[in-house]
């Protein structure tokens, strides 16, 4: 009786052990995937810097293709919208999140043709409050300027690593579009706020 006791003792240790194993490496996998998509990102920037300078939107299909299929743009417009996602239709949902992910992928160029070298640090990664999340932490670092903390909050979606949301100096992306959203929605309603983000997708292409 003792023996099975502690055989069952040390397959439960054992059994912990691989988990957390298992645990810290998906973690790492999540810091792994953001810098090499950072990298990825930059490197191609910097191999066609000629070509964008004289055609600025062509970074727009650099992002798409290289930054944008690791992001969740339906769950990121979600938080966004807050309460008000649920009185949206499927359709407006569609066009809602369409229309943000524009916005945000036109903000994200626009820093992009800013860059000029800025290091990187990546921090160690920190884990969720909700299973399987995680948040990579990043320093973007200056000569001469206080570090700025970019983190990313990711969740495992069982084919791989997602972003949720991102933090810059502590401010998180969904958060700062939540209030102005949600005052859209109350004056004017969901088609208005549709609207509003395709006239600032317009006005990006300008």
């Known amino acids: 009786m003792m023996l099975q006791r502690r055989f069952l003792l040390l397959s439960l240790m054992l059994a912990a052990l691989a ?24 490197d191609t920037l910097e191999a066609r810097r000629n070509e964008v300078e ?8 650099m992002i798409e293709s290289i930054v944008a ?5 339906e769950r990121i ?10 009185q949206a239709t499927s ?6 999140v369409e229309g943000f992910k524009q ?3 036109r903000t994200y160029a626009r820093s992009l043709l800013s860059y000029s070298g800025q290091e990187v640090r990546y921090l160690p990664v920190k884990p969720g409050s909700r299973p399987s999340t995680v948040t990579v932490s990043t320093e973007v670092r200056e000569a001469g300027a206080a570090p700025i903390p970019v983190d990313y909050r990711m969740y495992h979606s069982g084919r791989g690593w997602k972003v ?23 004056q004017s309603g969901v088609d208005a706020l549709i609207a509003k983000l395709t006239d600032m997708n317009r006005k990006g292409r300008e």
């Open 19 to 42: 988990w957390g194993g298992q645990l810290l490496a998906a973690q790492d996998e999540a810091t792994a995937l953001v810098k090499r998509t950072a990298e990825r990102m930059l």
């Open 54 to 61: 004289r055609n600025p939107s062509l970074i727009y299909g």
């Open 69 to 73: 299929p690791h992001f969740d743009f």
């Open 77 to 86: 417009t979600q938080g966004a919208l807050g309460q008000y996602w649920r």
């Open 91 to 96: 359709e407006q949902k569609r066009r809602l």
């Open 103 to 105: 916005v945000l992928i």
């Open 164 to 186: 949720y949301d991102v933090l810059i100096n502590n401010a998180s992306l969904v958060g700062n579009y939540r209030a102005s959203f949600a005052s859209e929605i109350r």
